[in-house]
């Protein structure tokens, strides 16, 4: 795939898929009728509407729009901090939900939830889910820090531990949630149900300036993967840039997962199938890895949302789907390391 003609043809691909996605559901709209829904809507054009049902305007603005470019956005999301951890921690295993940053979301929600906190409205949990990962990036750091560098095992090593003391508390409370566990159960597993506009805003807003942060910086993390000491010697401060985009990916990671709950796989999948594609170069990966994550993502959720008889959480469908892949990524490194 071409560099550039690639990236155009993926974000065509995003563009028809999210307008196909549209028309589907319940009430059926065809994609003609999306597109002058659409355009009038832009361009404020109420001729375009004459002959078209009064509530499907309302449907697509209101109700199906912002979950379908949500989703997009989470799965772009989640790609780009894959494509980020896999360059740093130089592991192809790793996903944004290496270091612990997933179970911290589902702590802090799990505490609002158990909690009844509804002081931010509709928004309080996603707000506790931001924190719980924040608290735990901090806590890793602490951990995997060493006379002031980090060092890619020590930061692996500190996620699992910090993660598997979230799960045992996550467990604790559902034990203890009686009434609220089957709340706590649902969001654990992923939705974009319900998801509206400030959603959508407040995603992109921090998975552009994510993107930003990651492609000015992807040069660099071309280099650190022949090593810090060859990096160190093309002047790349290993350090700071390391902890820069660890913190980056990280807080859309953060975002993410406090808007639609937990969703594993799509930062582990998306990377490797692009790396194929565009080859490793970072400058090429992230936008492709971006637009694909969208692709995925905004696929599975219309899958579950307008296809199948009832509606599945997406991170059960993500993990069907991410779960044999996985697999076969650790069958291929045992078979190369057994060549060795």
């Not at 994609?31 to 832009?42: C, G, Q, Y």
């Not at 006379?147 to 692996?156: D, M, T």
């Not at 022949?226 to 660890?246: E, K």
């Not at 859309?252 to 796989?265: D, E, M, N, R, Y």
Request: aromatic content about 10%.
């Amino acid at each position: 795939m071409a560099g550039k003609k690639g990236i155009f043809l993926l974000a065509l691909l995003l563009v028809l898929v999210i307008i196909f996605s549209t028309g589907m559901g319940y009430i059926k709209i065809s994609t003609l009728d999306v597109i002058k829904i659409i355009i009038a809507r832009f361009y404020n054009d109420g001729h375009l509407l004459r002959g078209i049902d009064n509530i499907f305007p309302y449907v697509i603005w209101e109700v199906r729009l912002p979950r379908i470019l949500t989703s997009a956005i989470v799965g772009s999301g989640l790609s780009i901090a894959g494509v980020i951890f896999q360059g740093i921690l130089l592991n192809p295993l790793a996903d944004p939900y290496t270091l612990g940053i997933s179970a911290g979301a589902a702590f802090g929600a799990s505490i609002a939830l158990i909690l009844n906190l509804s002081f931010l409205g509709m928004y309080s949990v996603p707000l506790f889910a931001f924190m719980g990962a924040v608290a735990t990036l901090v806590v890793v750091m602490a951990l995997s820090s060493s006379g002031g560098s980090v060092s890619s095992n020590n930061l692996i090593l500190a996620g699992i531990i910090v993660a598997a003391i979230l799960s045992a508390g996550i467990s604790f409370i559902k034990y203890v949630a009686d009434e609220q566990v089957s709340v706590i159960i649902f969001w654990l597993m992923g939705s974009f149900g319900s998801k509206g506009w400030p959603d959508v805003f407040m995603t992109f807003a921090f998975v552009l300036v994510g993107f930003g942060i990651c492609i000015f910086f992807a040069r660099d993390l071309n280099i650190m993967s022949l090593g810090d000491r060859s990096a160190f010697s093309l002047g790349v401060n290993t350090n700071r840039i390391r902890m820069t985009l660890l913190v980056t990916a990280s807080l859309i990671t953060a975002v993410c997962v406090s808007v639609s709950g937990i969703i594993g796989f799509v930062g582990l999948i998306i990377p490797h199938l692009m790396r194929f594609f565009v080859g490793p170069d970072s400058r090429k990966l992230l936008p492709a890895s971006a637009l694909t994550g969208a692709i995925l993502l905004l696929s599975a959720d219309t899958i579950t949302r307008a296809v199948l008889p009832t509606e599945v959480p997406i991170g059960v469908l993500t993990a069907l789907i991410g779960g044999p892949f996985f697999c076969y990524i650790f069958m291929k490194r045992r078979g190369v390391a057994g060549n060795v």
